[in-house]
């Protein structure tokens, strides 16, 4: 017998495809009446690669370094955080009644699939749900290799969703 799907699991990295991902998530949610939680996850780099993080790194002392640093990835998690939540709602525009179905947005910072498979466990979800991207002729790359570390280690079911080719998916990055 097929598990009951209650909660989603869908990890985003913020491109096209996985805006695209995402309708997936919500086209399952409706269809078992269960809840996604939304996880980006902020590698060290992108917090890093902001012009006025550079600007400050000769001038600071270092535990004035750290403490700027560590507000800056603050900002850097709330604003990402506040994209996905402006996302949702331009997503979901026309089926408001659906934001409901949205549990949670997280933005964490670490290793993308170690992440994703700690708040899959946390989270108890019972699928994932994510992007690939097409860049190339080996299945890694195929598939990214945070979905290749993910679906090596992962012990519930994993969508993979490439971005269509033949049609204009008509959206914005998140």
Known sequence: MIPKIKNILYATDLSKNSVYAFRYAVNSAEHHKAKIHILHVLESEEAERSPFWVDLLPRLPRPELDE?????????????????????????????????????????????????????DQ?????????????GLLTHAFLGSVAEKVLNRIKIPVFIIPIPKEIDIGFKDV
């Not at 640093?69 to 990402?80: D, P």
């Not at 026309?94 to 992440?115: D, F, M, R, W, Y």
């Not at 989270?123 to 860049?135: C, F, Q, R």
């Open 68 to 120: 700027a640093y560590s507000k800056k990835k603050g900002a850097v998690r709330e604003e990402i955080r506040k994209r996905l939540e402006d996302f949702c709602k331009r997503e979901l525009k026309n089926k408001t009644a659906l934001l409901k179905i949205i549990s949670s947005i997280q933005v964490v910072e670490g290793n993308p699939a170690g992440e994703i498979l700690e708040k899959a």
């Open 123 to 135: 989270l108890k979800a019972d699928v994932v749900i994510m992007g690939s991207h097409g860049k």
